[in-house]
């Protein structure tokens, strides 16, 4: 099925090159400036800068007394598509890791469906531990809370931690569950809106107009008196 830019421009094809020579070149000109002048700008989604501040979760250390783990993210999200890019990711406290965001291969109780943030260097047939903010409004320019309980953030620790943990299930360690997730303690999030991202079809008719226009202004250009 054709999208809408491609049915313009099948429509006004046949008509515009029966078009004599002389309103042709007139035709080509209306032509070029209004698909320079069709909205571009028409947006397939938007794209956010998003901060998560002092993500905590705690639990009873293994031994006892309280652990603390916290998870600090930033990068650029599209909440349509799911896709995440240039993200700085880490979990810190009993458990370190770099985390990037991604589909994994968790096969736990406790593992999140979908992209999440997740430790990639889970050694093989380990699950990783994963990171989900489940954030549900977007365009929050100041430090908001981030949800707690079941539908807010949460953190996947599975029951090796992933293999590459030294400090998993050791005494003082936060504890590993397959089975379950923590919910989070506190922490924040800003989202902010960097800018639409353009529809391919729209791109085009942008570069064709301005090619139009390119062939004209050269045109004229080098006319001869």
């Given at each position: 099925m ?8 099948r429509?006004i094809?046949?008509?515009?090159w029966i078009?004599?020579a ?8 209306v032509?070029?400036?209004?698909l ?8 397939a989604d938007?794209i ?5 501040t ?27 598509t799911?896709?995440?890019t240039d993200v ?5 406290g009993t458990?370190h ?11 736990a ?8 943030l ?5 050694k093989?047939g380990?699950n990783?531990?994963e990171?989900?903010?489940?954030i549900?409004?977007?365009n929050?320019?100041?430090p908001?809370p981030?949800?707690t309980?079941p539908?807010g953030?949460?953190l996947?620790?599975p ?8 400090a998993?299930n ?20 800003t ?12 791109l085009?008719?942008?570069?064709t107009?301005a090619?139009?226009?390119s062939v004209l ?7 001869p008196?």
């Open positions: 054709l999208n809408p830019s491609a049915q313009m421009l429509a094809r046949l008509p515009f078009l004599t002389a309103k042709r070149k007139t035709g080509l000109a032509l070029g400036t209004f320079l002048i069709w909205p571009p700008h028409l947006r938007a956010y800068y998003v901060t998560i002092n993500a905590t979760f705690t639990a009873t250390c293994i031994g006892g007394g309280t652990c603390t783990e916290v998870v600090n993210v930033s990068g650029y999200y599209d909440p349509l799911d896709i995440a700085t990711a880490s979990i810190t458990l890791a770099e985390l990037v965001f991604g589909l994994t291969t968790c096969t109780p406790g593992c999140f469906s979908g992209g999440t997740y430790d990639p260097n889970a093989s380990f990783p531990i990171f989900n903010p489940n549900s409004t977007y929050e320019p100041n908001t981030l949800g309980g539908d953030a949460q996947f620790v029951a090796k931690c992933g293999g590459d943990q030294t998993c050791t005494i003082g360690a936060f504890p590993g569950n397959g089975d379950i997730d923590y919910d989070l303690t506190s922490g924040t999030y989202s902010v809106e960097v800018g639409p991202v353009p529809e391919p079809a729209s085009v008719l942008l570069s107009g090619g139009m226009m202004l050269r045109r004229r250009r080098w006319r008196n």
